[in-house]
C-alpha cells in the first residue's frame, strides 16, 4: 500500500442476519482514503453507507475482506487490540454527539485521555480549543450547551489525540443550518491547516460539498467516486441514482 493511503480496504463483505433473513450491507468494496483527504461517502437509505463507515473505523466486524489503517491490519486484530487502535488512532463524530452528559466539555475532550493514562499535548489541546470557539465554554457539561456546541465538544474530543483518521456520521443531521455550516468549515479546516483525514457520511448534497472527493454507494456497492464535487454535480449524481 502507498504511504499516501490513511485506509486501504479491499474486498468488503458486511452481511446482518444468518439465511433468509440475511441482508448483505456491503458487496465486495474496494476503497483507498488518501491521507489529508476530505471524503464523503453518499448514496439513498440503506446502501450501506453507516455500515460502511463502522467497518473501516473498527467499530464492527467484517464478513470477509482486509481493511489497513497505514500499516496495521485491522481486520487481524483482536478485540482488545482493536479497542487501542480505535482510542488512539481513530476519531469518531457521530451525529447525536455522544458525550457523557455528567461530564464538563473539557472533560469530554480529555477522556480519551483519561482512558489511557496518557497525557494529552496541552498546546494541541489550547490550539483546538480556541479554534473552535470552545475556550468559555469548557466548564459547561453538555446539557448546557447549544446542540452546535456540542458537536464542536466532539470534534475537539476526535481530534485531541491526532488520529489518523476522523469518521464522522452524519455530523450535521442533529444540527440547524448555521451550526452545521460551522463544524464542516472545521472539519474542512482540520485538513487543509491541521493536516487531517476525514471521512464522512451525509445525504446533504451541500454538507458534501465541502469534500475533496465524493464516494457513491448503492446496494452495498462503489458506483461513482467523484473529485472535488460541486453541490451541482452532487445533486445531479443523487438524481441519477434514485431515478437509475
Ligand atoms: N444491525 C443491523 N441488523 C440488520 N440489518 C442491518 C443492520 N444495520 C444495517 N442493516 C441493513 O444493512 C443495509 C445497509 O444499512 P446501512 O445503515 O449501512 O445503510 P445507510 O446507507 O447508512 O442507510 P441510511 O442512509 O438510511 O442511514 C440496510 O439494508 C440495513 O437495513
Not at 453507507?49 to 485491522?74: M, P, Q, Y
Not at 489511557?116 to 450547551?145: I, K, Y
Not at 451541500?206 to 458506483?223: N, S, T
Amino acid at each position: 500500500m502507498s504511504s499516501t493511503m490513511a485506509i486501504s480496504a479491499t474486498g468488503l463483505v458486511k452481511r446482518y442476519g444468518v439465511g433468509d433473513a440475511s441482508v448483505t450491507a456491503l458487496a465486495r468494496v474496494d476503497v483507498e482514503l488518501g491521507k489529508g483527504a476530505f471524503t464523503v461517502v453518499m448514496g439513498p437509505s440503506g446502501s450501506g453507507k453507516s455500515s460502511l463507515l463502522h467497518c473501516l473505523a473498527g467499530l464492527d466486524h467484517v464478513d470477509e475482506g482486509t481493511i489497513r489503517l497505514g500499516d496495521i491490519e485491522l481486520t487481524a486484530l483482536s478485540d482488545k487490540e482493536l479497542s487501542v487502535v480505535r482510542r488512539k488512532r481513530i476519531g469518531f463524530v457521530f451525529q447525536s454527539f455522544n458525550l457523557m452528559p455528567t461530564l464538563t466539555a473539557e472533560q469530554n475532550i480529555l477522556l480519551p485521555f483519561d482512558l489511557d493514562g496518557a497525557a494529552p499535548d496541552r498546546d494541541w489541546f489550547d490550539l483546538v480549543v480556541d479554534r473552535l470557539g470552545l475556550r468559555d465554554r469548557l466548564g459547561h457539561r453538555p446539557s448546557q450547551l447549544s446542540g452546535g456546541q456540542q458537536q464542536r465538544v466532539a470534534c475537539a474530543r476526535a481530534l485531541l489525540t491526532k488520529p489518523d483518521v476522523i469518521f464522522a456520521d452524519e455530523p450535521t443531521g442533529n444540527l440547524d443550518t448555521r451550526s452545521g455550516a460551522e463544524v464542516l468549515t472545521f472539519l474542512r479546516e482540520s485538513v487543509d491547516s491541521l493536516g487531517q483525514t476525514v471521512v464522512m457520511v451525509t445525504h446533504d448534497p451541500i454538507a458534501a460539498a465541502h469534500a475533496d472527493r465524493a464516494l457513491f454507494l448503492v446496494d452495498g456497492a462503489v458506483v461513482a467516486d467523484l473529485p472535488d464535487p460541486t453541490v451541482e454535480v452532487l445533486v445531479d449524481a443523487l438524481r441519477k441514482l434514485e431515478t437509475a
